[in-house]
């Protein structure tokens, strides 16, 4: 993989207690081996009434920690919503944007999330911006199209040198949570595409440079034939996060491509 670590990120949705999200940090923390996290990049994202214990129990661990949403406005009258400073100061490093249970469950729009992605960068956020397309639109054969217009509206106004912060995560719809998952090919494919056109939105070098990574129903099983593809660069894993164990075989699986 050219000079891209790979990256896995847990996001726990709106699961766990305090006590399993506490449980929960503490094993992935205590069984990253020294080697693995050389290697390969860990973000967790819990729920947001979690992230200052799960930061906690994070410590000086290399775990990055970040939120699974992030307010487009900086402060004020915004109900319910967290500010990128927020996060900042609870010690986050990163946040999602754009999860399709945000994108197409809260029809939330490439121009809201755009606005998100630059305030998020623009405070000192790591970006994963996440795409993908839904089932009635593969079927209709609109899947590159759909997803092309995620990224560009997604990264409108984004400077390269922003770039270096963000990475996208390509997650079909229709595979999320359904226990479907891409093939690998397929999921091949999508990035390659998408890495291309990230070439004629900026240039060939940020284009080879954006981690972009795949999600939807990855689990142990199937993680290391997803994550061998070469445009792959780790995976975003919602179930799976929830049991440390199967999760750190994912990123041991990830982090084996990129030794191999
Ligand atoms: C996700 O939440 O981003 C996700 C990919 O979920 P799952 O792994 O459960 O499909």
């Known amino acids: ?17 305090r006590e399993s999200a506490e449980a ?17 990049d860990v973000a967790l994202f819990p729920p947001f009434p979690y992230l200052q214990v799960v930061r906690q129990c994070v410590g000086s661990a290399p775990v990055q920690v970040g939120g699974q949403d992030v307010s487009g406005h900086e402060e004020g009258a915004f109900t319910g919503q967290t500010s990128a400073r927020m996060l900042l100061d609870l010690g986050c490093t990163m946040t999602l944007v754009g999860h399709s249970e945000r994108r197409h469950g809260l029809n939330e729009s490439d121009e809201v999330l755009n606005r998100k992605v630059r305030m998020a960068l623009a405070s000192g956020l790591d970006v994963m ?8 639109e593969r079927e209709a054969g ?16 984004v400077t390269k040198a922003d770039l270096e912060r ?26 390659a595409r998408i890495r291309a056109d990230l070439e004629n939105q900026y240039d060939a070098r940020s284009a080879t440079s954006v981690r972009i990574v795949y999600g939807g129903s990855v689990k142990p099983a199937n993680a290391d034939s997803i994550l061998a593809q070469p445009d792959v660069d780790g995976g975003l894993i919602g179930g799976a996060s929830l049991d440390a164990g199967g999760f750190l075989d994912i990123v041991r699986a990830a982090a084996s491509v990129e030794a191999s």
């Open 129 to 136: 911006l996440c795409v993908g397309e839904t089932l009635e």
């Open 166 to 191: 963000l990475s996208i995560a390509y997650e079909p719809v229709w595979a999320i949570g359904t226990g479907r998952t891409a093939a690998p090919e397929d999921a091949q494919s999508m990035h």
């Open 24 to 40: 929960l940090a503490t094993a992935v923390v205590k069984g990253l081996a020294a080697d693995v996290a050389e290697t390969c």
């Open 142 to 157: 609109h899947s590159e199209q759909v997803v092309a217009k995620q990224v560009s509206a997604g990264l409108e106004g």
């Open 1 to 17: 993989m050219p000079d891209r670590r790979p990256l896995i990120g847990g996001n726990w949705k709106m699961n766990t207690t």
